[in-house]
């Protein structure tokens, strides 16, 4: 197992003091097992608080958008797990400066439900909160039955605006609509080429043969819809954004964001030639892309692939996207 | 071979033409063949140039760091090989605001070559040239020939001094005095798991067995000094640092800036789990971190693997560290 790190059961627990070591001055966990992850500086009174949840092993999904002008707090899982509805709950709790709080995760079956049971626990005590489920993996499942679809890496964009949103001082129920516009707006999908191997299991979770791709592939190794010979970098990003412009239905004129996330062991210099045919696939169709995000945003441990995020922009989504932000692993100073 | 490229023969040039298109508002190119990297914006006159070289595969080294309060430009190779001496002296030549140019760079022969032949050839115009060689991999050569050691991710923590001490205004000589203290002060070692593939030989270059590490090794792929089984996250930091504490003599009260350093394909939890061990030990010595930089700064393709870099702090590099900078791939914006 090529990896680093102490005892596998270890693993998740070791990652959150090298957190809190290396960001002690912007992060701080507000309990003792470390897994409610908070700003260190304190939110104005009257803001919406805005938090997440899931499983470890998506760095920097999802603890690393805890900042100013992002996430207010997020609990942390154990390595692909979702965490605890009672620590959800303390995350919640953190997070609330009197607006009510947001909840803005992806759609995971353990999160759902967990982040069902925090928040009518904390509504006994008069905390106003809102879900918003993150569902941007459009191979997830067909578009008749889009409220099954996961959350990947789209989710970063819709932290972006919702914190954004947040930090405008609007109430709860616009910042929620901020988040579901974005949601709405946007679409993802993951190249897989190689697997990824977890701690405690030791050995490679699922198999892709030498010469193949898995397209649509999930963040947890959930199968693709189909398994192909590897695709040229220009043929794999055709396949993606015809697939993601059936229910866009860009055209001319309009402005997107556009996120090249990689999933853990594709080097940036293949985000890069796969940028490269994104920007000409739009540029050729009068489609403007707008501040690209190239990079890893949300992994899966050491896997080889990449996923594809566009989102169709209107002057407010602009806005919430140029707004500046400050996390351990987001920054945008206004550039 | 498990990459995202078109035509091997075209990885770079695809990969330029990414870059162009991704951050065409902060860089530009300077010739047709897109080997010659600018930031986009002007450099007040007077103010020192800096410019570096290398091979590309290593991403964000070089070309990343180009940018607002680091480098003024970066002459690109092919992967693993040094860009021509003519597209050294262009770029060179391009980066000379009035003050000279400082050229840093990491000891390799072929970019040493190059560099001495473009730097003869602007001092027939005028141009006034400093050459300041990285070499912070300590387990490249012993101590005795240290002037053979390679460059490896501390060129990171010297370009950010060096363009810091370039934005004082400060004059050539003493630009290249502070590039040479930061370069003094540090120290580096990498820890390879897995092997690269170049997309142009399509197989890994060398072979590191299933249950062993190697370190020492270089982000060529240059062999380490020892192949072990692998080691706990906590032995390999504390091997790593013993050795590099050999040769800083770190005490306690003593301030250092941390590198630890992804090599491509390790996942940002293991590097989170690596700097917990180092901050453990050098705190329990009453040694100081500061600013820590974790994450991929200087990697080989896909290589699984780490790098640790530390360098010892006074005043006048904490100064320069603390500078605001603002490139792709690099951001302080003082938190």
Chains 1, 2 share one sequence.
């Not at 919702?162 to 993951?190: F, H, T, W, Y």
């Not at 594709?266 to 030639?273: A, D, K, S």
């Not at 896997?303 to 987001?330: I, N, Q």
Request: hydrophobic fraction near 40%.
């Amino acid at each position: 197992m090529k990896k680093f790190f102490n005892n596998p059961s270890d693993y998740v627990k070791d990652m959150c003091e090298g957190i809190e070591y290396a960001f002690g001055g912007q992060l701080r966990f507000a309990d003792r097992e470390k897994r409610v992850l908070l700003r260190a500086s304190h939110a104005p009174k009257g803001k919406v608080g805005i938090v997440t949840a899931g499983g470890s092993g998506h760095l920097p999904v999802f603890l690393g958008y805890v900042g100013a002008g992002m996430l207010d707090g997020c609990t942390i899982g154990n390595i692909f797990a979702s965490p605890s509805a009672q620590k959800m709950e303390e995350t919640i709790r953190a997070c609330d400066f009197g607006a009510g709080v947001l909840c803005l995760y992806g759609n995971y079956g353990g999160d759902r439900m967990n982040f069902e049971m925090a928040c009518e626990s904390v509504g006994f005590d008069g905390i106003e909160t809102r879900q918003v489920l993150v569902r941007d993996d459009i191979f997830s499942s067909p578009q008749e039955t889009a409220e099954k679809r996961r959350g990947v890496a789209g989710m970063v964009f819709a932290f972006k605006v919702a914190g954004a949103a947040a930090d405008q001082m609007l109430p709860l129920a616009s910042v929620a609509a901020a988040a579901e516009k974005a949601l709405r707006n946007m679409r993802s999908i993951g190249v897989a080429l190689s697997p990824c191997i977890l701690p405690e299991v030791g050995k490679p979770s699922f198999i892709i043969a030498d010469d193949e791709m898995e397209i649509g592939m999930g963040i947890h190794g959930e199968p693709g819809i189909q398994t192909c010979k590897i695709l040229s970098a220009e043929e794999t990003i055709q396949t993606l954004l015809e697939k993601i412009n059936e229910e866009l239905c860009l055209g001319e004129g309009d402005e997107v964001a556009v996120m090249l996330n990689g999933l853990g062991a594709t080097p940036m210099e293949e985000l890069l030639i796969l940028y490269r045919s994104a920007f000409k696939w739009l540029m050729s169709r009068g489609i403007k892309p707008f501040m690209p995000h190239i990079g890893e945003f949300a992994t899966s441990m050491e896997m080889a692939g990449a996923s594809l995020t566009v989102m169709k922009l209107d002057e407010e989504l602009k806005t919430y996207l140029r707004a500046p932000a400050c996390t351990p692993f987001y920054t945008n100073v206004n550039k």
